[in-house]
C-alpha cells in the first residue's frame, strides 16, 4: 500500500506498525469499551515527523487518529474503522525547568508522572493531577482538557498551558512557545486547540505554568447531613482559605460499600448523609486556618477527622478514591461525568437515583465526585449497555443547565448527546471552525463532531 | 439610506445616531490617536436588537465596529472609515451575584466600576481591576483580554469568563452562560471571542467569576540594584507567599520624574536602581509572611517601605502610579506595551534606551510594569509619530522572544506589526478562523487582520 510506504519515509519503516497483532493494542481503549482496527499505527519522534505524516495523510485523504496514553475515556483516541493511529508517545522530550518563570516546555508525549518528577526535581509542582499520572500524556491531557482534583485551586489543563506547537491537518506547523504570561497578539489558538479532543491539530510541545510546592498539607473528613450542606461548606471553606485545593463528595451508601469491600474502618461513630473530604497547601501549616473555617460553620459539621500526617491523609482520601475500585466488585459500572452548578447540585443528587431505576430498574448508582467543581460521577451498575440511562441522566442534566461531560470530553461516546448542552447554532460554529482548520476532515473525525 | 432606516426598525429611530455633532465622540478614541468618522451610532438594548442589527448590516455588507466604553488604546473601538458604530454601553443589565457558585452575569456595557460595585455588595470581588474601571466596559475588557494589576494572581479577563453570549456577524446568537467550572462539551468559544477584539463576534453578556475579598492587605516598596535582582525578587515572592497579587517595577529616573512633578517625598535616603512594588491580600494579616520572604531575600533588598493602612499603602502606590501623569508633563509619550519572559526583562530594559536614541535622537525614554507578567509599558517623550521607535522597540521585543502587545491588543495600530510575532501559518490560522465566523468580513475590518 503505497501509503504506508510513504509514512515509512517520514518516519522510517520500522515506525509504521501494521501487524495486527501489534497494533491491537492501539485500537482498544482501556476501559474496552471502544475497540476497533488501525490502518497502521505511525510513531513519529519529532514535530518534523508529524508534519510530513499529516502531510502524507491530507494528500491521501487518510484520516488520523491522534493518540497519547490511550488513557481516554470518551473513545477519542482509538480507531474504530481503520484509521492511521499517530502515536505521539515518542515526542517524550521534557525541557528544563525555567525557575525563573516557573515553566516548562514538555513533548506531547511525556506522561503527568515524567512532568512531576521533572518540575518537583526543580522545586516546582504541576497544577493538574489525576490517577492515570504514569500513562496519561501531556498531549492526551492538552487535548482533553483534563481536569482532576486540584482544579478548584489550579484550573483545568488550559490554565497550565500558555502556548502550543501544534501540527495542522495539512501538515502546516504552529508554534508559540513563549510561555509569556500577558501576550495579547491574536486569537487564542493554545487554548482553542485545548480541548478539541484532536480534531484541530495535533498537538506535539506545550509550554505549561508550573506552581509552588508547598511543605504543609492538611487533609479534613466533614461530616454533613445533606449534600446542600457539603455545596453550602464548600462554598464558604473556597471564600475563606485560599489555600483550599480539593473538596470531594461522596454519600453514604458509597462509604459504606468501601468499608466492606476493603476492610476500612468507619471513619466516624455514626453513619451520616453525606461527607466533605478537603486539602489545603501552604508553606505555612494550614491546619489552624482550616480548623477556624471549619469552627464558622457550626452545627453544619457533624463530624470531623483532621489529619496532616502523609498516612494519616492518605487513609482519609482512601475513602474517596476507593469508590471505582470498590463499585467494580459489583459489576461493571456505567459512568457518567456530569457538572452541575452548585445551587443544582444537591436537587440532583436527590434525583438521579429515581430517574435511574426508571431507565433501569433494578440497578444501583452511587455518586461522587469534585464537589469544588460542581463534577458528580455517576456510577450505574446493572444497567446493561447503559443507552436508556445515559438518556435519562443527561437529559435531567441538561433540564438543570449542567454539563454532560464535565472532564471526559465527547469523544465518540457521547456524540449524539451533545444537543443537549449546545445549540445548532454552536454545533455550527464548532463545524466551521473544524472546516477552517481541518477542510479535508482527517484529523479524528466522527469525534465531537459527525465525521464530514 | 435604507440601512439606516432599517437599523432604526430594529432599535428605535432614536438609537440610530447620525448627527456628526453627535456621532463625533464615537468616531475618536480617548487618546485622540485615532480619529474617523462613523456613517451611524446604532445603540441596542438587548442580544435580539444586537442580532438584529447584525443581520441588517450583513445582508448589507456593511463594516462594523463594535464599541464599548472607548477606553482602547490601540485604535480597535473607533470608525475609521465610516463604518456604523454598534454601541454596547446600553447593554447594562447586570445580574445578581449567585453567592454558592461566586459568580455574576453582566451585559457587555456594564462598566468595570459597576461590576465590581455588584461584587462588593455581595461580599465578593472582581479579580481584574484598571485604572479606566469607570469607562471600561466588560465587553470591551472582554474584547481585548484586559489585564491589569492584579494579573499575577487572577489572571486575565479570559480566566474569570466563565461563559459568553455572543451574536456571530450573520446575526445568529450563540449563548453558554451556565459558569460550569467544568464542561468539556466542545470548543472553548468564549476564549476565543475573548480578546479577539471584536472581530469573530459581538460579546452582549458574559458569566463571570468572582473572587473573594481580603480584610487585610500589605504594600511593600523594595529598593533594589538592578532589574534583575527585581525579577528574581519577584519570582522568589511568588513561590513563597500565595497571597500576593502584584509585583510593580519602575526606575530611579521614573521615580525621580514622579518625586519632582507632584512633590513627593523621596521613599528612601538614598537613590537606586530599580523598585519593586509588590502588595499582598489574605483574610489574615500577610505582612509576617511577606516580611519573612522579603527576609530571605537579604542583601538583595537594599532598603524596604511596607505600608499596611490604607492611605499609607495608597502613598506607596502613588509612586508607580504617577508615572503615566508625570511623563505627559514632558509632552505627548508615545507608548509601546511590551511583555518578555523574565530571564529576557533585564537584558531588555538595558538596551531600549540605546535603541530608541538610536531611533529617535533626543528623546527621552521611561520604563516601568507589572514586572510580575513580565509586561512593560515603555514610553518615549519626543518620538514624534513614533513610527521609527516603533519599528526599533518592537523588533528588540520580537529578537528577545517576546510580545509587541501585552495587554492593549493589536487593533488597528499594531497590525503592521503582528508579523513579528506570528508566523505567515499562525497569521493564516487567524484569518481561517475570521472567515468561517465572519465570511463577509463586517465585524471590526481591519482590526487585528487585513480587511477582506
Known amino acids: 500500500m503505497d501509503l504506508i510506504r510513504r509514512l515509512g519515509a517520514v518516519v522510517g519503516p520500522e515506525h509504521v506498525l501494521t501487524d495486527p497483532a501489534v497494533t491491537v493494542s492501539y485500537a482498544v481503549d482501556w476501559t474496552g469499551r471502544f475497540r476497533g482496527s488501525a490502518a497502521a499505527v505511525v510513531r513519529p519522534r519529532s514535530t518534523e515527523e508529524v508534519a510530513g505524516v499529516l502531510a502524507v495523510c491530507n494528500e491521501a485523504e487518510a484520516a488520523v487518529v491522534p493518540q497519547g496514553g490511550n488513557t481516554g475515556l470518551v473513545g477519542g483516541g482509538v480507531p474504530l474503522a481503520g484509521e492511521i493511529v499517530?502515536?505521539?508517545?515518542?515526542?517524550?522530550?521534557?525541557g528544563p525547568v525555567d525557575t525563573l518563570a516557573g515553566q516548562v516546555t514538555a513533548g506531547a508525549g511525556v506522561t503527568l508522572a515524567g512532568l512531576q518528577a521533572r518540575a518537583a526535581a526543580a522545586g516546582w509542582a504541576f497544577g493538574v493531577d489525576l490517577a492515570a499520572r504514569d500513562s496519561a500524556t501531556v498531549g492526551g491531557m492538552v487535548a482533553t482538557?483534563?481536569?482532576?482534583?486540584?482544579?478548584?485551586?489550579y484550573g483545568p489543563m488550559r490554565a497550565?498551558?500558555?502556548?502550543?506547537?501544534?501540527?495542522?491537518?495539512?501538515?502546516?506547523?504552529?508554534?508559540?512557545?513563549?510561555?509569556?504570561?500577558?501576550?495579547?497578539?491574536?486569537y487564542d489558538l493554545?487554548?482553542?486547540?485545548?480541548?478539541?479532543?484532536?480534531?484541530?491539530?495535533?498537538?506535539?510541545?506545550?509550554?505549561?505554568?508550573?506552581?509552588?510546592?508547598?511543605?504543609?498539607?492538611?487533609?479534613?473528613?466533614?461530616?454533613?447531613g445533606s449534600v446542600a450542606t457539603a455545596v453550602?461548606?464548600?462554598?464558604?471553606?473556597?471564600?475563606?482559605?485560599?489555600?483550599?485545593?480539593a473538596a470531594e463528595l461522596f454519600l453514604a451508601e458509597g462509604l459504606a460499600l468501601v468499608c466492606r469491600v476493603f476492610g476500612l474502618p468507619r471513619p466516624f461513630a455514626a453513619e451520616h448523609a453525606a461527607y466533605l473530604l478537603v486539602e489545603c497547601a501552604d508553606h505555612r501549616d494550614p491546619e489552624p486556618e482550616l480548623a477556624r473555617a471549619v469552627g464558622r460553620l457550626g452545627p453544619l459539621v457533624l463530624d470531623a477527622a483532621v489529619a496532616t500526617e502523609p498516612a494519616r491523609r492518605?487513609?482519609?482520601?482512601?475513602?474517596?478514591?476507593?469508590?471505582?475500585?470498590?463499585?467494580?466488585?459489583?459489576?461493571?459500572?456505567?459512568?457518567?461525568?456530569v457538572a452541575l452548578a452548585p445551587g443544582s447540585l444537591p436537587a440532583f443528587v436527590a434525583e438521579v437515583p429515581a430517574v435511574v431505576a426508571r431507565a433501569a430498574p433494578g440497578a444501583t448508582t452511587f455518586l461522587f465526585g469534585h464537589v469544588g467543581d460542581g463534577n458528580v460521577h455517576v456510577n450505574v451498575v446493572g444497567a446493561g449497555d447503559g443507552d436508556e440511562v445515559d438518556a435519562a441522566v443527561l437529559g435531567l442534566v441538561a433540564d438543570m443547565g449542567g454539563s454532560i461531560s464535565a472532564e471526559h470530553g465527547i469523544g465518540r461516546a457521547k456524540r449524539r448527546w451533545l444537543h443537549l448542552n449546545r445549540s445548532p447554532v454552536?454545533?455550527?460554529?464548532?463545524?466551521?471552525?473544524?472546516?477552517?482548520?481541518?477542510p479535508r476532515g482527517i484529523l479524528n473525525p466522527g469525534v465531537l463532531l459527525p465525521p464530514r
Chains 1, 2 share one sequence.
Open 86 to 94: 499517530l502515536s505521539l508517545r515518542r515526542l517524550d522530550e521534557i
Open 145 to 153: 482538557n483534563a481536569g482532576g482534583n486540584r482544579m478548584m485551586r
Open 160 to 186: 497550565q498551558v500558555l502556548g502550543v506547537e501544534a501540527v495542522l491537518a495539512d501538515g502546516r506547523v504552529v508554534s508559540h512557545l513563549g510561555g509569556l504570561a500577558k501576550d495579547n497578539t491574536g
Open 190 to 224: 493554545a487554548g482553542l486547540v485545548t480541548g478539541s479532543e484532536g480534531t484541530l491539530a495535533v498537538v506535539t510541545r506545550v509550554r505549561l505554568r508550573l506552581v509552588p510546592r508547598f511543605e504543609h498539607r492538611v487533609v479534613a473528613l466533614l461530616a454533613v
Open 232 to 245: 453550602e461548606a464548600t462554598t464558604s471553606l473556597r471564600r475563606e482559605v485560599p489555600s483550599l485545593e
Open 314 to 337: 492518605a487513609a482519609l482520601w482512601r475513602y474517596r478514591e476507593a469508590h471505582t475500585e470498590a463499585i467494580a466488585t459489583l459489576g461493571v459500572a456505567h459512568k457518567l461525568d
Open 426 to 438: 454552536e454545533i455550527d460554529v464548532f463545524a466551521a471552525i473544524k472546516r477552517a482548520l481541518d
